[in-house]
């Protein structure tokens, strides 16, 4: 019959008087794991012995963290004029959001928008993933017209991997982010139509790296 077991490791107890054999007495304290049996067998097992097993959960301070940078912009902030002699006269040439001047400010916005869903997201993945690596894509469309009108509703998506290091119903994880926004300037007075000029790529890629802790069990997790 299969024992329901709470944990996947236990701490073995002996009752600590002098009717404990000596190979038990030597295991009274020590941390085993449920599917790992030490050479006596788990407390219990033996004929005769009143040793327990108790359950070992360490608790630990759930956290993801999210490398904290800021993104350097190569130039000054560009003008709604800029963006629109760009049109005319860049001959489609694609531009780095850093170079436009507003890449810091538009990563900041975005990681403040899904930072909490990416750490979910690690955790979900992750627990699939004990002792091995992981990785996932993400993309959506987000509204940047509040930092810069002429960039808008933008397209931002990435990776993420990572290592998942299981022990004790606990999760360290750590890897890296790689993020990309893709947009097109094709539209200069916004009515609908393209005009006499050359739509182009405004594009960019930074990378973040991420660590943590968290509980394996959804259950006992705030992560997921
Ligand atoms: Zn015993």
Known sequence: MKQERPTTHYIWRTRGDDKVRPSHAANNGRVFAWNDPPETGHPGQDYGCRCT?????????????????????SGNA???????DHYYNGGGRGVAVRETGYLRNIVAQYMS?????????????????????????FYNTYDMTG???????????????????SEFG???????????????????IDI??????DPYPITDEWTRSFSGQVYADPSRSSFG
């Open 192 to 197: 609908g139509i393209e005009l006499f000029g």
């Open 53 to 73: 097993a108790e359950p070992f959960m360490p608790s630990i301070n759930e956290h993801i963290d999210i490398e904290v940078a800021d993104v350097a912009d």
């Open 113 to 137: 928008e899904v930072g909490e869903r990416m750490k979910n997201h690690i955790a979900r993945i992750a627990r699939g993933h004990p002792n091995r690596t992981f990785s996932d894509d």
């Open 170 to 188: 606990i999760l360290t994880v750590s890897g890296q982010f790689e993020f990309y926004l893709n947009d097109e300037f094709a539209d200069p």
């Open 147 to 165: 930092i810069v009108f002429s960039i808008g509703d933008t397209t931002i998506g990435g990776r993420f991997t990572g290592t998942c290091v």
């Open 78 to 84: 560009w003008t709604s004029q800029d963006f629109v």
